[in-house]
């Protein structure tokens, strides 16, 4: 089949769709309405001739020839993106899309350089178009290795083949405990016994218990994969749990957040720029290496 701009737009519409796990999610990544998302991958499998998932109550699964016009779909959309931005190199211009995979809350971490870089590439080009991807740290390295991002800033315990990674500082994490919970005004003799009861959010995130050894009680009863998460169980009053510091400090100055016995329960993690290894670079690609290693020194 021939490709037309209307086939490239489908099938970055059906990635997006994948990659959120269904049409329900995909809405705030495309700022578009479930019922016209349906429509247009309906108008994409009419087009390929082919049932790219199932999708009603059972939830969003793709079918075989779904996932093989997913990992197509990825490949075509990347060479596209090259072919933009070689051409652009040729005429010494910064063009292109540059995409960046970050974990969460980081925003509010002032070491963070992030918009520094948005800001520095915006002057120097008119012709960037910026996608800011949050997520989970494993899918910061998952979207790296797949192309998907040009660079991810993250954490890893385990680095990945293929990649390449870049310190650019410490990011330190402390257990924390809310307002009405036993621990937040319990006198120093209580602590030790309330600390052996107490419910520790256990987290899948990087910055997690492999790091910490602190040799507290994990009851699995609270589970969550992202800081925002882990934040809404503590202030339930109902656990305790390890956040940024950085982060967390928001409730601290507002008298609702308290670090437990800070002094022992304590890890830092590096945050890290995570780049794929590659022979050579568009200017693009090399333009947001700099940028970012330079704001982050």
């Known amino acids: 089949m021939q490709i037309h701009d209307v086939d490239l737009r489908l099938l970055r519409i059906f990635v997006a769709i994948v990659e959120c796990g269904g049409l329900s999610a995909a809405e705030s990544r495309l700022n578009i309405g479930r019922s016209t998302i349906s429509s247009h991958l309906s108008d994409l499998e009419v087009r390929l001739g082919i049932k790219l998932c199932k999708r009603g109550r059972s939830g969003f699964e793709l079918t ?22 070689t051409v652009a190199g040729s005429k010494n211009e910064l063009s292109g899309r540059v995409t960046i995979s970050v974990i969460d809350t980081m925003v509010s971490d002032p070491r963070c350089g992030i918009s520094d870089v948005i800001r520095e590439l915006k002057q120097k080009s008119d012709n960037i178009q910026f996608d800011i991807n949050v997520c989970e740290a494993r899918e910061v390295e998952t979207s790296v290795v797949n192309g998907r991002s040009l660079v991810g800033l993250g954490v890893s315990r385990h680095h990945l083949r ?3 990674y870049f310190p650019l500082h ?4 402390y257990l924390y405990c809310a307002k009405g919970h036993a621990l937040f005004d319990c006198k120093p003799n209580e602590r030790n016994k309330l600390l052996k009861q107490a419910e520790v959010i256990t987290s899948n995130y990087m910055r997690d218990k492999e790091v910490r050894n602190d040799g ?3 009851q699995n009863s609270a589970t969550a994969y992202h800081d925002e998460g882990i934040a ?17 400090n928001y409730w601290v100055d507002k008298g609702l957040f308290k670090a437990i016995h800070p002094e022992k329960y304590h890890y830092q993690i590096p945050v890290m720029l995570i780049t794929k290894k590659m022979s050579s670079v568009s200017p693009l690609a090399k ?9 982050h020194r």
């Open 64 to 85: 075989e020839p779904g996932r093989i016009t997913y990992q197509a779909s990825l490949e075509l959309l990347q060479q596209c993106e090259a072919f933009a931005t």
């Open 287 to 295: 333009a947001l290496v700099e940028e970012i290693k330079r704001c």
């Open 232 to 248: 809404h169980l503590i202030l339930s009053g109902a656990f305790i749990g390890y956040l940024p510091e950085h982060y967390a």
């Open 162 to 164: 293929g990649l390449d």
């Open 170 to 173: 410490n990011e330190t994490n």
């Open 216 to 218: 507290l009680n994990y």
